[in-house]
């Protein structure tokens, strides 16, 4: 199975940016719906958007405007870069990945068989 593993998270002050990067184990090329995903303290974990395998995403409403996600197949990575961050952006953020599900239609924790370890992300003053 593939594994994947994120980095890139860290302290950010209120409208800075960050990138995160999640690399995976094995060839997400092969159809491959990769999604992220944040939980902050206390809080269950949210969908903040998905790739497919043509590139199309898409986003919570919460970081529309300011969060991009995109790929790089051949190096099996997928991106999180995220501007104009704000203290409520502060959470775990976690890459997930599913080769079977629909991923346009895939908001849920439950629509994604594989997960990463989780990268911390504060955004603070």
């Known amino acids: 199975a593939v594994q994947l593993v994120e980095s890139g998270g860290g302290s950010v002050q209120p409208g800075g940016s960050l990138k995160l990067s999640c690399v995976a184990s094995?060839?997400?090329?092969?159809?491959?719906?990769m999604g992220w995903f944040r939980q902050a303290a206390g809080e269950e974990r949210e969908g903040v958007g998905s790739?497919?395998?043509?590139?199309?995403?898409t986003y919570a409403d919460s970081v529309k405007g300011r969060f991009t996600i995109s790929r790089d197949n051949a190096r099996n990575m997928v991106y999180l870069q995220m501007n104009n961050l704000n203290p409520e952006d502060t959470a775990t953020y976690y890459c997930?990945?599913?080769?079977?599900?629909?991923?346009?239609?895939?908001?849920?924790?439950?629509?994604?068989?594989?997960w990463g370890q989780g990268t911390q992300v504060t955004v603070s003053s």
């Open positions: 094995q060839d997400i090329g092969r159809n491959y719906c």
């Open positions: 790739i497919d395998i043509r590139e199309s995403t």
């Open positions: 997930a990945a599913d080769y079977w599900v629909v991923c346009t239609a895939a908001r849920d924790v439950g629509d994604y068989g594989t």
